[in-house]
């Protein structure tokens, strides 16, 4: 369970990522670089078919239903084998007339008829309300499900969750959809939004399948064999198979297949929004492949709900109730979120495109019947905004009146009945050339009259808004008109019934009305124009003979002052401007009659994306564009047009269907080739900014080594290619040409040359191209000069070369050279105090402690028997005085060994050994190899403090219980090697056991080593034990002389 706030944070943050997908999108496709002109965004816009009706009624119909819930998806796929010729049609039809809507398609192919728009948008408000209560439902129904409040913020949200979510819908509507008006009325942003959440609903609603199917169950024949299994079988469930009639299967097939196409939200993005007629292609597989993958596990999912004890009633949320109580929370959360995206998706486009058709063909209409409305016309953006909160407050009002007694499914196919009725105007007006504005007008009202009462008045009553009666016997007491059984036929299922009568008068009236009107020659005009898809205005052309004698300028003043009524002024002004741009006519003063009927068709293709086709058309007509001469002058003009062609109307036809189909390859290729050239030209600026970054970053490399206060220096073949000046002035030259292609060794002490000339050969032979190392430079006076080198292998125009970065550390190495010797003499100085302060403790405070010893035990030797107690005293006296005389003994040796001088080096280290083996539980393994005479005493007392701290760090903190000591001679190099396997630590940190006050540490080992020109290395790690190695020479050197630390440190590569 989840706090009620914390669900509402996670809406707001998941609506926040796709409105910012939605920016990018339209960020892209004003670039010219369109994301969504592809088959594959196109296919999955397309679910938003796929709603909560699918993600969760699908389950509850399953479980209630059996599998008739498959005909939702079946419909569909059966009409998908169609689009190529008829949703084909429909995306022609809306380029060629710049529809934005299915009522603006039926109001544009019939006469342009503003009542019978308005007739279509009142069908589609009446019937997709129920749909928008069905998404609030869902939505309020699962929120409930997965909240559990306990804070006072949260609580609050909880009891008030209907109007949060009916106001978070209607300003995630207004922002994505409703921001701005779009002659074009695409939406390549919102359009990205539903595909990216058509895309989370699948995957989250697999991944709960997934979890039922294969985490609760052992997959699918787990849960069939569990629900045969049953010994009762849930009231209610249709689960096992049973036999449904043909007219039921019939039914359900017609409304799934018709709503694919004609609900208002699908004919908005499959027909508006569609921008390349071949995304059809792909899409008439995605799309049921789609379907396919987000049903697979509706069926299983609706066996486990009732095999696990889920009540029938609530097989709706099955989906949600599993993974919720099993315990995982997140799951749960991330299964309520694609839910979510089902609803806003549905929402959004549904909420967008009704605004749309409201503003467009019931508010603006009104402006002309009623002239006090006109700050509409001024305000149509504010009057959308208005739509879209009206409408889902509206769908929220209906479900607070129905939605508690129907299941979602229900819900949803009284949508689906109610734009059935669109079908017989829509099919019918792009194949029957007869299909008139009377037929359809008479067709949807019959339709959509009986569709109410025998589908949208049962669901009132259900509600308890009428009373039962109305159902059970009729109005009046006249059974023959029961809505469920209207005259009387029965046998049928409410829904096939409805179906049947709704279709049935609306079919019959539309062609019943097409019949008995004689059309005219507009209608006709018309609907060849949709039958045949054929509209070119190309055909003009010829007309473009004649004599340009109509003034220009007062066309323009008359298209403009229409377009104020919707436009701001500098708006207007730029609509009017693309339009004569389009038409060639930017710089014209007069033109002929043909080009105004050019110019007159642009204006209303563009007028017809803010107000609609007949809208647009009726605009037009008010506006005076034309005068009665004009008019009468333009059907001259087409009937030259037609008597120059001198051809029957069937070869007219299919040579008006050649040209335009012509017409439609040339836009494809000129749309290609705009993009390639787009692409073309940002690749170009894309290659010039990287172009000029190169440049800027050569310049600053450039500066960067020229003014470096290191040497830099380029070597190939022992050759110096290139250096800076800095690298001139460390080895004195006045300029760079004096020592550039001089050889490396030029510049390398004699001593080091041929350990430099091997190192500069790496990146060539197959070692490491990267070092570091110090040699000993030469100047061209012929002084020397300390010389610390970073070097690496790169390549330069083609060729491997050396790149090497060098300082002079003369004086840096000076500074270590007295820092060394100081260290030295203080190393020495200690070692003489230390001798000194031994000396003294023997030799003084040994023998006095001796003789005071010997006095004490001669005095009690001579007291009386008697005198027990003063014997005791002298007793005591006489064991302090030899505690304290070896207490003197063992820091005079711990000072400074005498047996060290008088014995040596040797027999010292073996007694020492031998004193610590009895004091300590340690086995220590002591060898010495080649030790024939004695080495400098320097060297001696340093071996002998390495050992003697290296032994005490064992016993103290090693808590090894075996060391081995091994120390060899061979001229003229000295060599220990201490190893236990104790703890171990990491040498390269400090170390508590290395730094103690007793203790020499590590610091001070390696000085006292580095005194007497040896080397030491300290090998060790945490739990693996440690290993000192220490080499000393025979002899140390003379403060004179430079230590081995002070040579040339070569091949110390990084």
């Not at 008139?436 to 049962?458: C, D, I, K």
């Not at 333009?634 to 017409?663: T, W």
């Not at 009690?860 to 505690?883: F, H, K, V």
């Not at 219980?961 to 171990?984: C, E, F, Q, W």
Request: with cysteine; glycine share 8%.
């Amino acid at each position: 369970m989840f706090e009620s706030l914390t669900v509402i944070s996670v809406f707001c943050f998941y609506m926040g990522l796709i409105f910012a997908l939605a920016v990018w999108a339209e960020r892209r496709q004003a670039a010219g670089r369109s994301v969504v002109n592809n088959p594959l965004v196109y296919a999955l816009s397309l679910s938003v078919f796929c709603t909560t009706w699918t993600y969760y009624g699908s389950v509850g119909y399953a479980a209630n239903s059996g599998m008739l819930f498959m005909t939702i998806y079946l419909g569909p796929t059966m009409v998908v084998i169609f689009w190529w010729g008829l949703l084909r049609k429909l995306v022609r039809i809306k380029t060629n007339h710049h529809i934005t809507s299915i009522a603006d398609f039926i109001g544009a192919r019939y006469e342009k008829s503003v009542p019978l728009a308005g007739l279509a948008t009142l069908i589609a408000l009446v019937g997709t309300m129920p749909y928008i209560a069905l998404q609030l439902k869902a939505v309020l129904t699962t929120f409930d499900m997965i909240t559990q409040d306990t804070g006072v913020a949260s609580a609050w949200i909880g009891s008030h969750v209907g109007p949060i979510v009916m106001a978070l819908m209607v300003v995630f509507t207004i922002i994505f959809g409703v921001r701005r008006l779009d002659p074009t009325e695409r939406h390549e942003g919102i359009v990205m939004a539903v595909a990216a959440e058509g895309l989370v609903k699948l995957v989250l609603f697999m991944a709960a399948g997934v979890f039922v199917v294969y985490q609760l169950f052992d997959g699918f024949g787990d849960i069939f064999t569990r629900y045969a299994a049953l010994t009762e079988t849930p009231r209610g469930a249709q689960l096992k198979p049973q036999s449904i009639s043909f007219i039921t299967w019939g039914s359900y097939l017609i409304l799934a297949g018709s709503a694919v196409l004609f609900l208002p939200r699908q004919f908005h993005i499959a027909v508006v929004e569609n921008q390349n007629e071949d995304h059809i292609k792909k899409a008439m597989w995605m799309f049921p492949l789609y379907m396919l993958l987000i049903t697979i596990f509706a069926y299983p999912i609706a066996l486990a709900g009732l095999v696990s004890g889920l009540p029938l009633e609530q097989a709706d949320t099955f989906v949600l109730q599993l993974p919720l109580s099993s315990g995982h929370s997140l799951l749960t959360l991330l299964v309520f979120l694609g839910g979510f995206s089902a609803a806003t998706s549905m929402v959004l486009i549904t909420s967008m495109t009704m605004a749309t058709m409201i503003s467009n063909h019931l508010l603006l209409p009104l402006v002309d019947w009623i002239p006090a409305l006109g700050f509409i016309e001024r305000h149509l953006l504010k009057s959308r905004w208005l739509a879209v909160t009206c409408f889902i407050l509206m769908g929220y009002w209906f479900e607070r009146l129905v939605g508690g007694q129907v299941m979602l499914v229900n819900i949803g196919i009284i949508s689906f009945a109610a734009v059935l009725q669109f079908a017989p105007a829509i099919v019918g007006g792009i194949f029957w050339r007869q299909a008139n504005s009377r037929g359809a007008m008479w067709g949807l009202t019959a339709g959509f009259l009986v569709w109410a009462y025998t589908m949208l008045l049962p669901a009132l009553i259900t509600g308890g808004w009428f009373s039962l009666h109305l159902l059970n016997e009729g109005p009046w007491h006249l059974s023959f008109l029961r809505p469920e059984q209207l005259f009387g036929v029965s046998g049928m299922d409410p829904v096939s019934h409805s179906v049947f009568w709704s279709l049935l008068a609306n079919l019959g009236l539309y062609i019943l009305g097409s019949l008995t009107q004689r059309p005219e020659q507009e209608t006709q005009r018309d609907a060849e124009a949709f039958v045949g898809a054929l509209i070119d205005e190309t055909v003009l052309s010829r007309g473009g003979r004649h004599e340009a004698y109509i003034s220009l300028a007062d066309k323009r003043r008359r298209i403009e002052n229409l377009l104020l009524r919707y436009f701001e002024a500098a708006g207007a002004a730029a609509v009017t401007e693309k339009c004569l741009r389009e038409t060639g006519l930017m710089d014209r003063e007069r033109i002929s009659i043909t080009e105004l009927a050019e110019l007159y068709n642009e204006v209303e293709k563009n007028l017809a994306g803010v107000v609609g086709t007949a809208g647009a058309h009726r605009a037009l007509a008010s506006a005076g564009v034309f005068t009665p001469r004009e008019s009468q002058e333009l059907s001259e003009v087409y009937g030259e047009i037609l008597a120059g062609l001198r051809a029957r109307p069937e070869d007219l036809k299919r040579r008006i269907n050649f040209l335009q189909e012509r017409h439609e390859l040339a836009n494809r290729h000129a749309e290609e080739l705009e993009e390639k050239v787009v692409e073309l030209q940002n690749q170009i600026l894309r290659r010039k900014l990287a172009e000029q970054q190169v440049r800027e970053s050569e310049e600053r490399y450039r500066t960067a080594i020229e003014y470096s206060n290191d040497g830099v220096v380029l070597i190939k073949d022992n050759t110096l290619w290139y250096v800076n000046h800095k690298f001139a002035e460390m080895f004195g030259y006045r300029s760079r040409r004096e020592i550039v292609g001089r050889s490396l060794t030029a510049i390398v002490h004699p001593q080091d040359r041929e350990r430099v000339v091997e190192i500069s050969a790496t990146g060539r032979d197959g070692r490491p191209a990267v070092a570091r190392y110090d040699f000993r430079g030469l100047r061209k006076d012929g002084t020397s000069l300390f010389i610390a080198v970073s070097a690496t292998s790169v390549l330069y125009k083609g060729r491997t070369v050396n790149l090497a970065y060098l300082r002079d550390v003369t004086e840096r190495r000076r500074h270590e050279d007295e820092i060394r010797q100081l260290s030295r003499r203080l190393i020495q100085g200690s070692e003489e105090e230390r001798k000194r302060l031994a000396a003294d403790l023997h030799d003084e405070f040994g023998q006095s402690l001796s003789a005071l010893h010997l006095g004490v035990r001669s005095l009690a030797g001579s007291l009386p028997s008697q005198l027990e107690e003063q014997q005791a005293r002298c007793e005591s006296l006489t064991n302090t005085i030899e505690e304290l005389a070896e207490n003197v003994r063992k820091i005079s040796s711990d000072l400074r060994p005498d047996m060290l001088d008088h014995l040596g080096l040797i027999p010292t280290l073996e007694w020492y050994v031998r004193e610590l083996a009895q004091r300590a539980p340690l086995e220590i393994k002591f060898e010495a190899v080649g030790f024939k005479r004695r080495l400098d005493p320097r060297v001696e007392i340093v071996l002998y403090r390495i050992m003697q701290e290296a032994l005490n760090n064992v016993v103290k903190h090693a808590k090894a219980d075996r060391v081995s000591i091994n120390l060899t001679y061979s001229h003229p190099t000295a060599i220990m090697v201490i190893s236990d396997k104790g703890g171990g630590f990491d040498p390269s940190e400090q170390h508590p056991s290395l730094e103690r006050r007793q203790g020499i540490g590590l610091i001070s080992m390696r000085e006292r080593v580095a005194s007497v020109g040896g080397s030491i290395d300290i090998r060790s790690a945490p739990g693996k034990g440690c290993t000192i190695r220490v080499a000393l020479p025979e002899r140390p050197p003379l403060e004179s002389e430079p230590a081995p630390e002070d040579l040339p440190r070569i091949w110390r590569e990084a």
